[in-house]
T-cell receptor, first 115, second 112 residues
Framework: ETGVTQSPTHLIKTRGQQVTLRCSSQ?????VSWYQQALGQGPQFIFQ???????GRGNFPPRFSGLQFPNYSSELNVNALELDDSALYLC??????????????FGPGTRLTVL | GNSVTQMEGPVTLSEEAFLTINCTYT??????LFWYVQYPGEGLQLLLK?????DKGSNKGFEATYRKETTSFHLEKGSVQVSDSAVYFC???????????FGTGTSLTVIP
């Protein structure tokens, strides 16, 4: 059984640019959640995708957007990058959308650096 | 709003010592509570969870009890091992299950 995979591993961008991060969910999982983890902090919930639609969102501005595809993989897009967007971005997949009920399985993350 | 506060680290213990990592929460309604662990070089993984008041989650010798009266979910282990060295995160999910909140993490190092 393949676990959650993310690409790329590392990424360097310039302020104002746009970035797309990718996540493949674990086999049998139909829900993907995205988190931002700044250095020395806990992950912060960005949003969740279920059945190709956003199913919950944390306190992040609209320039953070996402997609989920029919195979349940997902993309996180960030527009107009700011220096504070530098962080580890984690993707987690689960069997269903209930974060209170369905265990999340995390990928290794994508390290984004904004210069 | 919802939030999780956990004790600051780092924590250093000798092997076989007793471990407590404190976690308190603020939430509306009845959240579900979790402990996640991140071992060196590995991704976050669920350690244990509790979904209602007075529930006890347990796994790998770790335990935590959901205390609504003190809004706490402290992590305990009676005898830690070197292999328990990791960063531990307390977390909660709102009752609707569409928001998730992590604490800042507590780094534990167990020395032989």
């Amino acid at each position: 059984e393949t676990g959650v995979t993310q690409s790329p591993t590392h990424l360097i961008k310039t302020r104002g640019q746009q970035v797309t991060l990718r996540c493949s969910s674990q086999s049998g999982h139909n829900t993907v959640s995205w988190y931002q983890q700044a250095l020395g902090q806990g992950p912060q919930f960005i949003f969740q995708y279920y059945r190709e639609e956003e199913n919950g969102r944390g306190n992040f501005p609209p320039r953070f957007s996402g997609l989920q595809f029919p195979n349940y993989s997902s993309e996180l897009n960030v527009n107009a990058l700011e220096l504070d967007d530098s962080a580890l971005y984690l993707c987690a997949s689960s069997r269903g959308p209930g974060l209170a009920r369905d265990t999340q399985y995390f990928g290794p993350g994508t390290r984004l650096t904004v210069l | 709003g919802n939030s999780v506060t956990q004790m600051e680290g780092p924590v250093t213990l000798s092997e076989e010592a007793f471990l407590t990592i404190n976690c308190t929460y603020t939430a509306t309604g009845y959240p579900s509570l979790f402990w996640y662990v991140q071992y060196p070089g590995e991704g976050l993984q669920l350690l244990l969870k509790a979904t209602k008041a007075d529930d006890k989650g347990s796994n790998k010798g770790f335990e935590a009890t959901y205390r609504k009266e003190t809004t706490s979910f402290h992590l305990e282990k009676g005898s830690v091992q070197v292999s328990d060295s990791a960063v531990y995160f307390c977390a909660l999910s709102d009752p609707d299950g569409n928001q998730f909140y992590f604490g800042t993490g507590t780094s534990l190092t167990v020395i032989p």
